[in-house]
């Protein structure tokens, strides 16, 4: 089958769900930013341009290919983590970005969907391993060199990503529910250790405090999730209205159009608006859900369950830290929050499954 004709099969629910996503991100944007210039929704179409050019790219091509080039995939991933700990940006006290001329990237993005086609490629070429404590230490090594060079940056937010992916990937693929019981308690275990010995960053300390109570410093590490909850409740039913949200606009909420977008968006859209773009998930993480139900290849559910479990920690994390549900991480929305490597690399992985939704067998529907 030619690709120009695999092309006509893109499933279009999940389509029409990400694209609803990307124009309301767009939207949410241009009023976040109202006032700034147009800077910033400029870089922004350009990823999404780019971002639907390399979907469209990615699922072209066999998802089967992505198998053969994992070891690459790994190597190439591992490299650029290393090189941005050398000679990346820094930006906030994080070394997370490389400088290619009049643009930045972040590798670390890029290395969740990396993370994603490499443990799908070890579990599926080994499922009758998958009950082994040894088979399960490998696939703890080989994402712990990602996740340590992620950590050093440091990059707490895309690390407990990483390790949300390993942990849902191995329960699909059939893993020993004690084995994923004993690596959640070491990494408790370790994030104690951390802890104590300062591996774990005083910024990410404060988060962590303030999250329980973050009226004991309301100026600092609380403000974030005291402006957030402020303007969320502001917003009301029906909200503001676009380019009418008053915290946004007088910059009492921070990273309002990055991390921060949903509260921006509740504040002018209010209840109605907020459950919206949390239906639009729902339906998009169903998609996902079916297409896994309904393709035959091994290796295709566990590619399409490695960008669930992305897309869901994403989710819930962020809305639950602008919610003050969870503490404060720096996790993006996915394909609302403003950032091109992101974006792009969400979109890469959308493009992997509809590769998979492409080529699954006919007798689904």
Partial sequence: MSGRRQLRNFDLPMLMLVLSLIALGLLTLTSATYGAGLGYIKRQILFTVAGLAAMVGIAAINFQRLAKFSGWIYVLTVFLLLIVLIVGKEVAGAQRW???????????????????????????????QILSLKFILRT?????????????QPDLGTAIVIMGIWLGLLWLAGAAAKHIAAIVLVSITLFAVGWQTGFVKDYQKRRLIAFINPYADPLKSGYHIIQAQTAIGSGGFAGKGLFKGKMSKLKFVPARHTDFIFVTLAEELGFVGSILVIALYIAL???????????????????????????????????????RLMPITGIPLPLLSYGGSHLLSTLMAIGICQSIAMRRSKLNF
């Fill in 98 to 128: 490389i400088k290619l001329g009049p643009l930045s990237i972040q590798p670390s993005e890029f290395s969740k969907v990396a993370c994603i086609i490499t443990l799908s490629s070890m579990l599926s070429s080994c499922k009758e």
């Fill in 285 to 323: 993480l169903n998609r996902m859900v079916f297409l896994m139900r309904s393709t035959e290849h091994e290796l295709g559910v566990l590619l399409i369950g490695g960008v669930f479990f992305m897309l869901l920690i994403h989710i819930v994390v962020n809305i639950g830290m602008c919610l």
């Fill in 140 to 152: 703890a090594m080989h994402v712990s060199i990602p996740m340590l060079l992620v950590l050093l």
